[in-house]
Every structure is written in structure tokens, then in C-alpha cells.
């Protein structure tokens, strides 16, 4: 499953300002490393002194020329940019300084400046004492697994000294914004939206999305209401686009008087999107909304990863293309987008890929096809409307602690008690246990960004879904 967990203990040494007060902090939570990146707790597992060792494993193995270096918008992202940064410039290695950027703005810009790799400094959608870094390969995608491997090995092996370079390298900054922004409209009929004149209500979390979602807007002729604009990282709700702690911002969008509401997540590479009443329709519908629109224009595979919903295959299938599933992570999504040269890809999670944009989720790509969807005909077609005619399904979720029951053989153990739990079911092992059966399926799986194993269930109402999950908690706590 290319997931390592490592648990470093390091006494606490008090935290950059966050909106969390310090005791609550689990500063001995373990330091979370894959193939693609790291995250952890600052000032905990997560140090600049990790970062660098992390970044140096990273670029050691890169051939010659400049790496990207982007961050999020937390309080202690420069702090990590700026050790980063100074470090591989001592190495000799030249530094492009992308500032404050959404994700996918970072994979865009390292392929524009024909860069040798990107890091990008975010913890995404986990809480505001977090941080991380993420790497992207020279394509400007996240780093594929086979690369990756090498970068943990070296990350893991003993320290060695490093031969110092003859001269420093060279440090300067590009913003992408821009050219993100003209790749995305590129996309759609820009010009239907802009006659439209729609308004809409932006809430970037006081993350990177301001940045591109702001002017991806106004390009399109939208008038924007914006929340949580300013990049400082002081989360007004918890950073991850759920239903739940979106709760208290939902009302706004219909006293804006806006047609639609859009959520990013610190990192902009996922999109949560509400109905002008303000209805959460959530982060599933984000993919398949795209899809429709995608493939309403233009025929082609289209790639899902194992946890998404069942809706976007059933409308692939109604277009008669394929629809590729892949394990899920935004690398195995890409590989498998590369592969069959799919139109469209992504995750549930709100992680639209466009591959005429960028091999990165985005959640710029995500705003900009639902509006093209919605303003489609000679008046607007109402967010409720469209949501209405996806295929309704409903998915419940649920999260397990490690321990030994869950943990290396304990874990084959308790997905062969799932199985024995759902006998009508057929069963896959791409990257967990799936199993599916006419009408819904389950999903039981490691986490590869956190100590836990998801459930995941999808039917045609809730309290069958819920249901499911419950009969599956059960089986792997027996």
C-alpha cells in the first residue's frame, strides 16, 4: 500500500499561533510519511530539521535544475519554505519561490519553468497545527509511487555528510497564478459564463484558494462574494469541506444572494459546492457534476478511485465510456489517467483532474466546469436542479483506530471477517477489501494519511449504508 507511519517522539516546543490552543495539541501524534509526502504535528513529529532531511531525500535523486517550493497559506508554512529553501540553496541547487499557491498551481508552474521537481508545503484539509509537504515530479504531478520509494529509503537511512557546493544556488520567484488561471478557462465557454453574470460565494478557509479561485472568477465574468480570503492560515471552521463543519457558513450563501457557494480546502486541490439556498450537496457530487459537463463535450475513459461514488460511473456508463478505478491516492488516480489517456479523473473527495490543465487536482478546475454546466442555456440552470438529476445514492463513512487487530496480519485477518459478512458480495482487493453487489458497495481500507481504517459504504438509502458499515465495524473488532 506504499504507507509508512513513523512515530517520532520530540518533546514539544510550543506551537507557531494557530486557532487551536496548545493543550488540545497531540504533539506526539506519529509522523505520517508516503511515497508523495509527509504531514505531521509542528513542533511535535514535524520539525523544519525533519522537513529539510525529508526535502534533501527528495531533490538528492532529481536530475540537474531548479525545484519549486509552494506553501499554503498555515502560519508556519514560510517557516518551512524559507529552511527548505535555504538548505537546498547551500546544496547548490537553484530555488523557484512560488509563495503563497494552491497545489495545483505549484504542479503548473513546475512544468512551466521546466523545473527538475516541486515541493509544496500544505497539510491539505487536516487541522491548523498540522503542516506537510507534497512532491511533484518534473511532469508537475505528484510524485508517482517507484519514484517515491527511493525518496523514503534515503529520508530513512542514516545521515551522511554532504559534500558542500562550489557555488550557492540562485533563488527567484514566479507567480503562476495567471497562467493557471488561463489554462482553466481554456477549458470551459467562458464567454456563455461571463454573459450570465453570475454571483458566487467563495469561501477559500483562509487557505491557498484565494488565490487562483478569486481571479479564476472574475475572468469569468462572476461577481464574488469572498470568505476566509486572506492566506493567514486562521481557520474560521475546520479546514476539511464536510457538511458538518461547514454548518455555520452554508446560511451565508443565500444571504449574499449568490447562485451557488464553492468551498476550497487550504491547499485549493479540493472543492465542496452548495446549493444557492444553501444546501450542502457535498464533495462526491463535485466529481460527477464535472463529469456530465466533461462528457457532455467530448468522449473518452474517465478514471475513479475505489472510495468514490457510485454516480460517476453510472453516468460514464450512460455516456457509454469507460470508467477505470484505481486504488485510491491522487498518484494512482494520475497513473491510471496516463494509462488510458482518460478526459477526466479524480477523487471524491472533491479532487477533479483535468489532464488540459494540470495532472493535480483542482479545485479551479472543479469552480469552472460546474459553472459551464450551469450556464449551459439561454437562462442559468439552478445548482438544485442539477444536483437533482445525478444518481441518487447515498455514502455513509466511518473510522477505526489502529491496534494490533488492524495492524499487518491482524489487518488481513479482520478484511477476510468483512467478507465472511457480506457472502452475496463479490470482492476486490485493489487497495483494501471492496465489495460490491447489485445496487451498492463497501469499502474497508487503511488510511494512507492517517493511523486509521475508513469505511466507506454506498446504497441506495442511508440507513442501508449505514447499515453496512455498521455490520463491517463489528467484523473487524470481533
Given at each position: ?50 522537513a529539510v ?88 504531478r ?49 464567454a ?39 492566506p ?9 469541506p ?18 451557488v ?55 460514464a ?23 488510458c ?57 466511518a ?8 495492524t ?71
Amino acid at each position: 500500500m506504499n504507507r509508512f507511519i513513523l512515530l517520532i517522539t520530540v518533546p514539544a516546543r510550543g506551537h507557531p499561533a494557530t486557532d487551536a490552543p496548545s493543550a488540545e495539541l497531540p504533539v506526539n501524534d506519529p509522523l505520517i510519511v508516503s511515497v508523495s509526502g509527509l504531514r505531521g504535528i509542528v513542533g511535535g513529529a514535524l520539525t523544519p530539521e525533519v522537513a529539510v532531511r525529508y526535502a534533501r531525500a527528495f531533490v538528492d535523486g532529481l536530475p540537474p535544475g531548479p525545484v519549486v517550493i509552494g506553501r499554503d497559506g498555515r502560519t508556519h508554512g514560510m517557516m518551512f519554505a524559507t529552511a527548505i529553501g535555504d538548505a537546498l540553496l547551500a546544496d547548490g541547487r537553484d530555488v523557484i519561490d512560488g509563495g503563497v499557491a494552491a497545489t495545483p498551481t505549484v504542479g503548473i508552474l513546475v512544468r512551466q519553468e521546466r523545473a527538475a521537481g516541486g515541493i509544496q508545503i500544505s497539510a491539505s484539509h487536516n487541522p491548523a497545527p498540522y503542516n506537510g509537504l507534497k512532491l511533484f515530479a518534473a511532469e508537475g504531478r505528484v510524485l508517482p509511487a517507484a519514484a517515491g520509494k527511493p525518496v523514503l529509503e534515503r529520508f530513512e537511512s542514516v545521515a551522511r555528510e554532504r559534500l558542500k557546493a562550489r557555488e550557492p544556488g540562485r533563488r527567484r520567484t514566479v507567480d503562476g497564478t495567471a497562467a493557471h488561471v488561463d489554462l482553466v478557462v481554456a477549458t470551459v465557454d467562458a464567454a456563455a459564463i461571463r454573459r450570465q453574470k453570475l454571483k458566487v460565494w467563495l469561501d477559500s478557509g483562509h487557505g491557498a484558494g484565494s488565490r487562483v479561485g478569486v481571479p479564476l472568477l472574475e475572468a469569468l465574468g462572476c461577481e464574488v462574494v469572498v470568505e476566509g480570503g486572506e492566506p493567514d492560515g486562521r481557520f474560521e471552521h475546520p479546514p476539511e469541506p464536510t457538511a458538518s463543519n461547514l454548518a455555520g457558513m452554508l446560511p451565508r450563501i443565500r444571504a449574499a444572494g449568490a447562485a451557488v457557494g464553492f468551498f476550497q480546502d487550504p491547499d485549493a486541490d479540493r472543492l465542496a459546492i452548495a446549493t444557492a439556498d444553501g444546501r450542502y450537496i457535498g464533495e462526491e457530487a463535485t466529481l460527477a457534476l464535472v463529469v456530465e459537463n466533461v462528457l457532455s463535450r467530448t468522449t473518452g475513459p474517465v478514471v475513479i478511485n475505489c472510495s468514490t461514488s457510485g454516480m460517476t460511473a453510472r453516468i460514464a456508463e450512460r455516456y457509454g465510456v469507460a470508467c477505470q478505478v484505481s486504488a485510491v491516492g491522487e498518484a494512482n488516480v494520475v497513473d491510471a489517467m496516463l494509462a488510458c489517456r482518460a478526459v477526466i479523473g479524480g477523487e471524491g473527495n472533491g479532487g477533479v483532474i483535468d489532464p488540459r490543465v494540470v495532472l493535480v487536482r483542482d479545485s479551479a478546475v472543479a469552480m469552472a466546469q460546474v459553472l459551464d454546466l450551469i450556464c449551459r442555456g439561454d437562462s442559468p440552470t439552478s445548482l438544485e436542479h442539477l444536483a437533482r438529476s445525478l444518481p441518487q445514492l447515498v455514502m455513509e463513512k466511518a473510522k477505526v483506530d489502529l491496534d494490533a487487530k488492524t495492524t499487518g496480519p491482524g489487518l488481513v485477518t479482520a478484511l477476510a471477517r468483512v467478507a465472511a459478512a457480506f457472502p452475496e458480495a463479490v470482492a476486490d482487493h485493489l487497495d483494501g477489501l471492496r465489495l460490491d453487489w447489485p445496487g451498492g458497495w463497501l469499502l474497508v481500507r487503511a488510511s494512507n494519511t492517517e493511523p486509521i481504517v475508513r469505511i466507506v459504504a454506498e446504497e441506495r438509502d442511508a440507513a442501508t449504508a449505514q447499515a453496512c458499515i455498521d455490520k463491517a465495524r463489528r467484523a473487524i473488532t470481533a
